[in-house]
């Protein structure tokens, strides 16, 4: 009886130490995937991904699927022009079985501040990233300007997303 009460108590403490390790698993595969493009390291980077990752860009076009990301990544990778992120606040959380997590993250970009948020998969005992958003971060006190800057080319897709859906 003693023994069961003990494990009981230490389950949590075990608990605790592996969803420690496991996030700083993710924290290792995300640092160095933003390493890698700002190294402009193409295999690195994409290995760091599962086999169907979407990337979400910050513009209203870029939904790549990893065949297209690749193609578009690839003459800035070849030319040394990958882009720097550098993480500067992040939060991890994990599904009950330890086999999806999710993130999101403030970045230091040539852009300013940035926030990534996506999606990762334990697939063979590694954690690959599946699914990446970058979103540009916008003071709530500027969006009237950005606004009037976007309304033009919004319109022009909205319209554009509107006639393709009919």
Known sequence: MMKKIIILLLLPLFYGQAQTREKEAIKTVLNNWHKAAGNSQFDAYFNLMTADAVYIGTDPTENWQLKDFKAFAKPYFDKGKGWNFTPLTRNIYFSPDKKTAWFDELLDTQMKICRGSGILLLQNGQWKIAHYVLSIAIPNDDID????????????LTEKLRQNNK
């Open 145 to 156: 300007k950005v606004i009037e800057i976007k309304s033009v080319f919004d319109n022009n």
